[in-house]
């Protein structure tokens, strides 16, 4: 037999948490089905601005105290490091603090809010197929269930997305390489030298590909030192690996052959376009909601996550069209102009830096460090730098 429910939300990051934290407790059958059982591994900075704490407290009714106290948040601090080819440009403070989690407990937290409001936890199930026009979805192993609207959170590699049929080489060009490790610090081999408290952003140079970066956080067991950059550009055919490599020995990590390597695809300028057909709705990686400057993507799958959820409302009473249609309204009020202006501006500075040099770059920084923070931490908008006030869909707290 096939369990229906009104929603079925596959996958339970951030984006499927917020999508059933909405969705429960409204009297609806929500389903959170995730091939892992949490707490699980995800590489991840664990960076949190200001605007991912308030989307915390809108949506979960958490705050600081509960993220100390079981959502993994280790360190927080309003400082920051801007380096260009490992060379200090500016050292900053924002406004306003950068928090930073350990993700598989932040993920854990998140979803057990989502379990405390009503929504059946279902770990342990991977998908393996999907119906947009029917809500069916196959799970590895044979089992089915359907949904009267399904929440597509499963992530960068979604396998709900398969059902929309994307454009797969558009999607491609746009994704990321990214690479983190997390180092002891010590002396030795493959041991981080320094204490980092204060998170680091590195840009241009050799060792971080052109469209990318590289940054260096604190890590609840040692330093986390990561990498992006778009697949296709500023590699001149080298391996990704060896680029990381020479990033860890420009940080001054001795013999950094050794450590082993992590990497998970970052959606980097990709947002879908139409993220919702029939009845599927994608949220955060599934759909391609990064912010593509600096990768920021826990907010944006929480902000997803809760939009198709007001959406998925809005289509249970009006129909599927509706559903399409308020999703695709709330995107364009909040998440898509920061998307957008995000993308503008990181090209302009990638083209500079690639075509006049540092300059530009140093420029931007050091005239602009208190509005690129406003940016980050969601005060101003990346467009045009506006005041910014984000707007949240039905059935999302106040
Ligand atoms: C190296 C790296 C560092 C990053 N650092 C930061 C940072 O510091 N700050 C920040 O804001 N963002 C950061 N990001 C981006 C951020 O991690 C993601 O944008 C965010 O996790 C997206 O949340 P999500 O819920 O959409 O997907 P995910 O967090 O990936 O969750 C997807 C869930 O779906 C499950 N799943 C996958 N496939 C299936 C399947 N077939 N069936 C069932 N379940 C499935 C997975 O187990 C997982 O639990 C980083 C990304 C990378 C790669």
Redesign the pocket.
């Given at each position: 037999m096939v369990k229906s429910y009104d929603v079925l939300v596959?996958?339970?990051?951030?984006?499927?948490a917020a999508a059933a934290m909405v969705l429960a407790g409204r009297g609806l059958s929500v389903a959170l089905?995730?091939?892992?059982a949490h707490p699980?591994p995800?590489?991840?900075?664990?960076?949190?601005t200001a605007k991912?704490l308030e989307a915390l407290a809108r949506i979960f009714g958490l705050g600081e105290a509960d993220l100390s106290a079981r959502g993994g948040l280790f360190h927080s601090t309003p400082e920051y490091i801007f380096l260009h080819q490992g060379r200090e440009l500016l050292r900053g403070a924002a406004a306003e603090s950068f928090r930073f989690v350990s993700r598989p407990d932040f993920?854990a937290l998140l979803v057990s809010c989502a379990v405390a409001r009503g929504a059946e936890h279902l770990p342990g199930?991977?998908?393996a197929g999907c119906d947009a026009g029917t809500g069916l979805v196959r799970l590895e192993g044979g089992e089915q269930c359907r949904g009267r609207f399904v929440i597509g959170?499963?992530?960068?590699?979604?396998?709900t997305r398969r059902a929309l049929g994307i454009d797969r080489v558009a999607w491609r060009r746009n994704l990321a390489a990214?690479i983190?490790v997390e180092l002891p610090n010590g002396r030795g081999p493959g041991l981080f030298p320094r204490a980092v408290r204060t998170p680091e952003l590195h840009v241009g140079g050799p060792s971080v590909p052109g469209a990318g970066y590289g940054w260096v956080?604190p890590g609840p067991n040692g330093p986390k030192v990561?990498i992006?950059g778009l697949r296709r550009e500023g590699r001149h055919g080298r391996d990704f690996g060896a680029i990381f490599l020479d990033f860890l020995r420009l940080l001054g990590v001795p013999e950094p052959e050794g450590v082993a390597l992590r990497g998970?695809p970052?959606p980097y300028g990709n947002a879908l376009a139409e993220p919702a057909q029939g009845r599927l709705l994608l949220?955060?990686?599934?759909g391609g909601f990064?912010e593509p400057l600096f990768?920021?993507?826990?907010?944006?799958?929480l902000a997803t996550g809760a939009h198709a959820a007001s959406a998925a409302l809005c289509g249970l009473r009006d129909g599927e069209a509706a559903a399409a249609c308020e999703y695709g309204r709330l995107l364009a009020r909040t998440v898509r102009p920061e998307l957008l202006w995000s993308d503008r501006l990181r090209w302009c500075l990638f083209w500079a830096m690639r075509n006049i040099g540092s300059g530009p770059i140093r420029g931007f920084v050091k005239s602009a460090p208190a509005a690129l923070a406003e940016m980050v931490h969601g005060r101003r908008s990346f467009r045009l730098l506006g005041r910014k006030e984000w707007e949240w869909g039905e059935g999302v707290g106040g």
């Open positions: 596959a996958g339970a990051g951030p984006a499927g089905l995730d091939r892992a699980r995800k590489l991840c900075g664990g960076l949190l991912t993920d199930r991977a998908v959170a499963d992530g960068a590699n979604s396998v990214a983190e956080f990561g992006c998970h970052l949220a955060g990686d599934a990064v990768g920021e993507g826990i907010f944006y799958a």
